[in-house]
């Protein structure tokens, strides 16, 4: 079955750091490039950052550009999202999903994990 | 950056309904659009890509059409799980992908 399970949200201080992980399994990994994406709550969908699969590229939301690092350990099926600098409005659910082929299809996607910034 | 514009918002519809979803791109945007459904709680789940392919596994009732940057999603007989929020996103621009605000769709 392939399936992506994110993990290391919950609650930090404004200014704090989390790292969150999106483990895959199902599919080869290391073919696909990968995304994170976030959801405020009660928000809309909003994407985040992008590496591609040997993580030659790698890109940013003018919103979390040089606060956030993307990377990925294509040995151990997963992809990390460093978050420092922490700010109220990154409150979101924060997705992993799959660049599945062409058009830049996300499929799959993990369940989610819930970053909350509040002091 | 291309701007996503869905409409309407919200939309209210009964079982058996036809609907129509929109969703226009600040520019041109060639096919580059993909369709994603969202349950409360749960992960958006890919519908259409390329403006108008069936992913594997969704209901043939769902039709994406468009190109360039008008598009449409309609659902030819709504079902009762059908009732949920709809992304649109643009992967002409990659990777600055865009989606649209949403639109949910409530019996």
């Known amino acids: 079955e392939v399936q992506l399970v994110e993990s290391g949200g919950g609650l930090v201080k404004p200014g704090g750091s989390v790292r969150l992980s999106c483990a895959a399994s199902?599919?080869?990994?290391?073919?696909?490039?990968m995304n994170w994406v976030r959801q405020a709550p009660g928000k809309g969908l909003e994407w985040v950052s992008s590496?591609?699969?040997?993580?030659?590229?790698?890109y940013y939301a003018d919103s979390v550009k040089g606060r956030f690092t993307i990377s990925r350990d294509n040995a151990n099926d997963s992809l990390y999202l460093q978050m420092n600098s922490l700010r109220a409005e990154d409150t979101a659910v924060y997705y992993c999903?799959?660049?599945?082929?062409?058009?830049?299809?996300?499929?799959?996607w993990g369940q989610g994990t819930l970053v909350t910034v509040s002091s | 950056d291309i701007q996503m514009t869905q409409s309407p918002s919200s939309l209210s519809a009964s079982v058996g309904d036809r609907v129509t979803i929109t969703c226009r791109a600040s520019?041109?945007?060639?096919?580059?659009l993909n369709w994603y459904q969202q349950k409360p709680g749960k992960a958006p789940n890919l519908l259409i890509y390329?403006?108008?392919s069936l992913q594997s596994g969704v209901p043939s009732r769902f039709r994406g059409s468009g190109s360039g940057t008008d598009f449409t999603l309609t659902i030819s007989s709504l079902q009762p799980e059908d009732f949920a929020t709809y992304y649109c996103?643009?992967?002409?621009?990659?990777?600055?992908?865009?989606f649209g605000q949403g639109t949910k769709l409530e019996i």
């Open positions: 999903a799959t660049d599945y082929g062409d058009y830049s299809r996300f499929d799959p």
């Open positions: 199902g599919f080869t990994f290391s073919f696909y490039s």
């Open positions: 590496i591609s699969s040997t993580s030659l590229y790698i």
């Open positions: 520019q041109s945007i060639s096919n580059y």
């Open positions: 390329a403006a108008s």
């Open positions: 996103q643009q992967s002409y621009s990659t990777p600055m992908y865009t």
